[in-house]
């Protein structure tokens, strides 16, 4: 089946949420990689422990409170003000350099193209005008409509009512591959953008199909549409 449109996951997929680590290589000496790891998967834990027990806290708070937590973990004595510093900076990620020229291929392909993401509305519309593509996205869709953190079906149904597709039209991109299984589990055909060349999740669910890069995206979507995938 051709798609009709695309929607893509946000953080860590467009947006590199390891950008930060320049500035907190600063702030904490040498510790950089360190500190920025440890908050992203914070972060991504507290989305999930809050939805499972329907305690929703909107992303910008909880993003926030990993990077607390992974301050206190690894002893930085990063100050209330460096701390802000950091999340400032996670406000306007550096986009992938894939992600603009992929966004304009994609729209000469006639698909309808958005952002499905657990981030808030204010948090994606900075984002999106820092990296200069939100000209690009027809749909930016946020969890903190519904009050519930992907891997929920609500918050992915998000992207069906929005598009008024049914799920099998859409493909769901991400570079997580918790989150290409959630969607997979909605219904979507999903693409795993995995950047980092992890292995795949043990979640009896495997993505229609899977790249290093948005590039290889392009070539899948491409294949895709003129009916010989």
């Given at each position: 089946m051709r798609y009709s449109a695309v929607l893509f996951d946000a953080y860590g997929t467009l947006f590199d949420v390891h950008s930060v680590v320049a500035l907190a290589d600063q702030l904490a000496t040498g510790r950089g990689a360190e500190l920025s790891t440890l908050w992203r998967q914070k972060q991504i834990e507290y989305t999930q422990l809050r939805t499972l027990a329907g305690r929703y806290k909107p992303f910008w708070e909880v993003t926030r409170d990993g990077l607390d937590f992974a301050v206190e973990r690894l002893d930085l004595g990063l100050t209330n003000q460096q701390r802000d510093r950091l999340m400032n900076q996670y406000a306007c990620l550096a986009a992938f350099p894939d992600v603009k020229p992929t966004l304009k291929r994609l729209r000469e392909h006639g698909l309808t193209l958005g952002i499905l993401s657990n981030g808030t509305s204010q948090m994606l519309d900075i984002a999106l005008k820092s990296a200069g593509i939100a000209p690009l996205l027809d749909h930016v869709l946020s969890a903190d409509t519904v009050g519930a953190y992907k891997t929920s079906p609500t918050a992915y149904a998000l992207g069906t009512s929005a598009l008024k597709r049914p799920a099998k039209e859409i493909l769901f991109v991400s570079s997580n591959g918790?989150?290409?299984?959630?969607?997979?589990?909605?219904?979507?055909?999903?693409?795993?953008?995995?950047?980092?060349?992890q292995p795949r999740e043990h979640l009896d669910i495997a993505p229609n199909a899977e790249g290093r890069s948005l590039s290889d995206l392009l070539e899948y979507v491409a294949g895709k549409q003129a009916g010989k995938q």
């Open positions: 918790w989150d290409a299984a959630g969607a997979g589990w909605f219904g979507f055909n999903t693409f795993w953008c995995n950047r980092t060349g």
